[in-house]
């Protein structure tokens, strides 16, 4: 079955503490993008990859690293976490060539204390 | 990247025909149109996509005005499985994207 997998689904950690949210997609896409949801604004995007090692910012990329060491993978790396980073995250692939659509995962929901 | 913008929410009832507004004042020669579904603690899924005129598809139809500068994403008979929150968005390929809060569409019975 095609799909974005992202894990954990959910965490509840303390700031300061290193943590990495994994996604995979098993769909061979080139485009690979992370987001953070909150209450009023929406999905925001924090960064995105157009192939493997070639990453870039989105609007919100302040505090996150990411990383495409291998076309599926896709890890978002929160050195340092803070509390205002506690959100909804989304990780979405595509085949990035025209404007094919976006697949999305589930959800990992961060808490962080 | 242009901006767009959405209203808030908008109900309906069931069996009703919804149309939903996007304005895109800003969009670039290049940009398509895309209209995202979700569900609440889903990812969005993609409804539709367009450049210019009309395109229908089993789920939806979107309409394009000549100038684009807005688009029109219409749900026929909707059914209360159709409560979800609608992402409008104008992209030129596959760089950076703008989701916006979206219209949240509450259908009642």
């Known amino acids: 079955e095609a799909q974005v997998t992202q894990n954990p689904r959910y965490l509840i950690t303390v700031t300061g503490k290193k943590l990495t949210v994994t996604c995979s997609q098993n769909?061979?896409?080139?485009?690979m993008s992370w987001y953070r949801q909150d209450p009023g604004l929406g999905l925001r995007q924090i960064y995105y990859?157009?192939?493997?090692?070639?990453?870039d910012k989105g609007d919100v990329p302040e505090g996150y690293k990411v990383s495409r060491k291998e076309k599926r993978n896709f890890p978002l790396i929160l050195e340092s976490p803070s509390p205002n980073q506690t959100s909804l995250y989304f990780c979405a692939s595509s085949l990035g060539q025209g404007n094919q659509p976006q697949h999305f995962g589930d959800g990992t929901r961060l808490s962080i204390l | 990247l242009a901006k767009t913008t959405q209203p808030i929410s908008m109900d309906s009832y069931e069996g009703q025909e919804v149309n939903i507004t996007c304005s895109h004042n800003?969009?670039?020669?290049?940009?398509?149109i895309t209209w995202y579904q979700q569900f609440p603690s889903q990812g969005p899924r993609f409804i539709i996509q367009g450049y210019k005129t009309k395109v229908t598809n089993e789920v939806a139809s979107l309409f394009i005005p000549a100038d684009r500068k807005s688009s029109t994403l219409s749900l026929p008979r909707v059914s209360l499985s159709d409560t979800a929150v609608y992402y409008c968005?104008?992209?030129?390929?596959?760089?950076?994207?703008?989701f916006g809060s979206g219209t949240k569409l509450n259908v009642k019975p």
């Open positions: 990859s157009m192939n493997v090692e070639v990453t």
């Open positions: 968005l104008a992209h030129t390929n596959f760089n950076k994207f703008y």
């Open positions: 769909m061979n896409h080139e485009y």
């Open positions: 800003n969009i670039a020669t290049n940009d398509y």
